[in-house]
């Protein structure tokens, strides 16, 4: 098995964009926007739209999963299957971690977990009874109730990311963080988003398992206000919405 550093290869950052060319960038919420070229990011041909967006946000997690490093041997917990914790799951299964183990109590959101690489996908009741302990984990679920969960089924000397930077509640820290020694970093934005890019379309050219059902929902501009009635009104609860301006 090769370093860590093999595992994720420097690719060049991107030529300069003719006029015309397929573009993702990243520049906040705004419908429309003018970027430098370095934030824009060339979409080979033979993308979707909804893969081409997930480049950014999959790179906000990738910047995680490097801090934290996991060997392909290692058992790795996650808490909460929303966009940021799938994205988490396919990414160590794409670095060849072979034991990736998430916990959600959505039963639909398990088993997109399950197809996008997870070895076992559990409700938060079934995780707490378990005598597994992990020495890596991601909090993902802006929880405390899964923040928790995530502390008390680490292994002493554990090392933790919080991932899941749009935190619902405050996130505190247990008895068992201090019994244990564990160990506790934050993350937030990507790391390279070019560099990553590049790496990232050619791992979905050849593999993408589903991670356009990401997108469980789909909208345009027009559909937007009827769609956060909904979402509002707990009728619909997707994991990502697409929206299509064209």
């Given at each position: 098995?090769?370093?860590?550093?093999?595992?994720?290869?420097?690719?060049?950052?991107?030529?300069?964009?003719?006029?015309?060319?397929?573009?993702?960038?990243?520049?906040?919420?705004?419908?429309?926007?003018?970027?430098?070229?370095?934030?824009?990011?060339?979409?080979?041909?033979?993308?979707?739209?909804?893969?081409?967006?997930?480049?950014?946000?999959?790179?906000?997690?990738?910047?995680?999963?490097?801090?934290?490093?996991?060997?392909?041997?290692?058992?790795?917990?996650?808490?909460?299957?929303?966009?940021?914790?799938?994205?988490?799951?396919?990414?160590?299964?794409?670095?060849?971690?072979?034991?990736?183990?998430?916990?959600?109590?959505?039963?639909?959101?398990?088993?997109?977990?399950?197809?996008?690489?997870?070895?076992?996908?559990?409700?938060?009741?079934?995780?707490?009874?378990?005598?597994?302990?992990?020495?890596?984990?991601?909090?993902?679920?802006?929880?405390?109730?899964?923040?928790?969960?995530?502390?008390?089924?680490?292994?002493?000397?554990?090392?933790?990311?919080?991932?899941?930077?749009?935190?619902?509640?405050?996130?505190?820290?247990?008895?068992?963080?201090?019994?244990?020694?564990?160990?506790?970093v934050g993350s937030s934005d990507g790391w390279d988003y070019?560099?990553?890019?590049?790496?990232?379309?050619?791992?979905?050219?050849?593999?993408?398992?589903?991670?356009?059902?990401?997108?469980?929902?789909?909208?345009?501009?027009?559909?937007?206000?009827?769609?956060?009635?909904?979402?509002?009104?707990?009728?619909?609860?997707?994991?990502?919405?697409?929206?299509?301006?064209?």
């Amino acid at each position: 098995m090769k370093a860590w550093a093999g595992w994720w290869p420097a690719a060049p950052r991107c030529s300069a964009l003719p006029f015309g060319d397929r573009v993702v960038a990243f520049y906040g919420h705004r419908t429309q926007a003018i970027v430098t070229e370095a934030k824009a990011i060339k979409v080979p041909i033979g993308i979707s739209d909804a893969l081409a967006l997930l480049a950014i946000l999959s790179c906000d997690v990738a910047k995680g999963v490097r801090k934290l490093a996991p060997q392909y041997d290692q058992a790795v917990l996650i808490t909460g299957a929303g966009a940021i914790g799938l994205l988490t799951v396919f990414l160590l299964r794409s670095l060849s971690v072979q034991a990736s183990d998430i916990v959600e109590p959505r039963a639909q959101r398990r088993a997109l977990a399950l197809r996008l690489g997870a070895r076992s996908a559990l409700p938060p009741e079934e995780m707490a009874g378990r005598d597994e302990h992990y020495p890596l984990g991601f909090e993902c679920s802006s929880h405390q109730a899964g923040f928790a969960l995530l502390q008390e089924q680490m292994q002493p000397g554990g090392r933790l990311c919080i991932l899941a930077d749009g935190n619902l509640e405050p996130l505190v820290l247990l008895p068992a963080f201090h019994e244990k020694e564990l160990l506790i970093v934050g993350s937030s934005d990507g790391w390279d988003y070019q560099r990553h890019a590049a790496w990232y379309f050619n791992l979905v050219r050849e593999d993408t398992r589903g991670l356009e059902q990401l997108f469980e929902y789909t909208t345009n501009a027009t559909g937007l206000i009827e769609t956060f009635e909904q979402l509002a009104r707990g009728e619909i609860q997707p994991v990502k919405i697409l929206i299509s301006y064209a």
